[in-house]
């Protein structure tokens, strides 16, 4: 059925694609998403006045709980809301996205790549702060927030009613299709091609690998974002502190070829190449996978942030600026100088293979036993990505149709999941791809209007920040604070 859907609906996937990326100069020109996702995150980093650089350290604090009160509302920590955010970002997108961005715009894409997370950090403070402020209890203790909360109630003190309920119907909508494809078929489509690769019994029985993936998955978001956040804070630090490793021990032992490595990403981003396109290809392919990686602009991090405990919504900005940092500018420039260093990008021998088998080819090119770990590491990923990710859809779907029918939208994306492992859903992955990106639409519109408000409640933070009327767990246990 699904193969039948991919023959058939190219010319409709094709006029979606051109409406979403449409490209302003002609064929070699700039995609409109792409001048949109850069003019936000380079317009909320000015207005901030760089809250990316000048909170980093505040940050850090807040997520090893210096600033935690457990009496504040909320579901889960400051740091259980940023493992969970990480899951959904720390994906395939920084194993094959990686490898697809070098391939298609040469090294200097990885320069843009790392100012698109720079410039992101300030677009998720942005999002994740609303989300915050606009946050919802439920009946029954659960946090709802989001995008589609901060557009409809945010624009509506402004005297924008209806204009804050089409962006939120919009965001909602795209967010549950974007999911059940982007999140839940390419997720496990990608990852099973890499494990039937090392273990070939799932090779044979693709059917098989669905089923475990349904099962895990399933026990995991039947929980809810509290059980979501436990399994995220556990498995988070584990996967990405041995992809970490694993790429410092390639890097460590090609470290004469660094400096080579590190010329060809600069002169690769200013430099025209013929492989690339020119400067505008090698921007495009960077900030077009910076935004898959990391989703700034997309508002979908801004949903986990919401269940956050914490009666400072500035406060979880701040800890969601960290996002951008960690998957882009660190995970994807690993994995970016480990493609570089090896040469697998521009080696003929590898011409055909996919995103996340040109990262597994570079690294056991060097590591010849790591096609295993690796492959452990890929199985996370695409598991942590998986079930935060559902609960994104889920919130989107409760606003759209509410609560009564969540167990529908459940087994849809358990579905989609066993879906994408036995077909090659091509089409179905683009489409999917296409509507999350156009996430930024609806979401960064809301942002400008409502960034406002942000700058004067940020000012505010900080001003009791440094006059010391906000304390951290430590100060305020000291002799002579009560």
């Not at 194993?95 to 843009?112: C, D, E, K, R, T």
């Not at 790392?114 to 989300?131: D, H, R, V, Y």
Request: hydrophobic share 50%; aromatic share 12%; proline share 3%.
């Amino acid at each position: 059925m699904l193969d039948w859907i991919s023959a058939n609906f190219s010319d409709l996937l094709k006029n979606i694609d051109s409406i979403i990326f449409y490209t302003i100069g002609g064929e070699q020109g700039i995609p409109l998403i792409v001048l949109w996702l850069i003019s936000g995150g380079l317009f909320f980093t000015l207005r901030m006045q760089f809250i990316n650089l000048r909170a980093f350290k505040h940050a850090i604090d807040i997520i090893l709980g210096k600033y935690d009160d457990p009496n504040d509302e909320g579901e889960v920590s400051h740091f259980q809301a940023l493992a969970t955010a990480l899951s959904g970002t720390v994906g395939l997108g920084n194993i094959a996205g990686v490898s697809i961005a070098i391939s298609l715009g040469g090294p200097g894409a990885v320069f843009w790549m790392t100012i698109a997370g720079f410039l992101g950090m300030s677009t998720k403070f942005i999002e994740c702060t609303l989300a915050q402020k606009y946050r919802i209890f439920n009946p029954d203790g659960t946090v709802a927030g989001g995008p589609m909360y901060y557009l409809s109630q945010g624009l509506a003190n402004m005297g924008q009613k209806n204009l804050g309920q089409i962006l939120a119907g919009m965001f909602a909508l795209f967010n549950v299709l974007a999911v059940l494809g982007s999140s839940s078929i390419f997720q496990s489509n990608q990852s099973q091609v890499v494990v039937a690769n090392v273990i070939p019994f799932f090779a044979e029985r693709t059917w098989s690998y669905g089923l475990v993936l349904v099962l895990i998955v399933g026990l995991v978001i039947i929980g809810g974002i509290k059980r979501i956040a436990v399994v995220a804070a556990t498995i988070v630090p584990i996967m990405c502190g041995i992809y970490f490793l694993a790429a410092v021990w390639i890097i460590l032992a090609n470290l004469t070829a660094i400096p080579n490595a590190l010329a060809s990403i600069i002169h690769g981003a200013f430099v025209p190449q013929a492989m690339a396109g020119g400067l505008v290809g090698s921007l495009i392919q960077g900030f077009r996978r910076a935004t898959f990686s990391n989703d700034a602009g997309l508002g979908l991090a801004a949903i986990a942030h919401a269940a956050a405990k914490t009666d400072e919504p500035i406060r979880e900005g701040i800890v969601a600026l960290l996002e951008p940092f960690i998957d882009t500018v660190i995970i994807c420039n690993m994995t970016a100088l480990v493609v570089i260093i090896t040469g697998i990008y521009n080696n003929p021998e590898f011409a055909n293979l996919g995103g996340s088998e040109l990262t597994l080819a570079a690294f056991t090119s060097a590591i010849n036993w790591f096609s295993l770990v690796l492959t452990v590491c890929i199985f996370l990923f695409a598991l942590s990505t998986m079930i935060s990710m559902s609960y994104y859809g889920q919130v989107a779907w409760q606003y759209l149709f509410g609560n009564r029918s969540i167990i529908i939208y459940k087994v849809l994306f358990l579905v989609g999941i066993f879906v994408g492992t036995i077909t090659k859903p091509e089409a179905i992955i683009q489409f999917a791809d296409a509507i999350k990106i156009a996430l930024a639409f609806p979401n960064l519109l809301g942002a400008y209007f409502l960034c406002g408000e942000v700058a004067t409640d940020l000012e505010n933070y900080m001003q009791r920040l440094q006059t010391g009327k906000i304390i951290s767990v430590n100060q305020s246990q000291k002799p002579g604070f009560s």
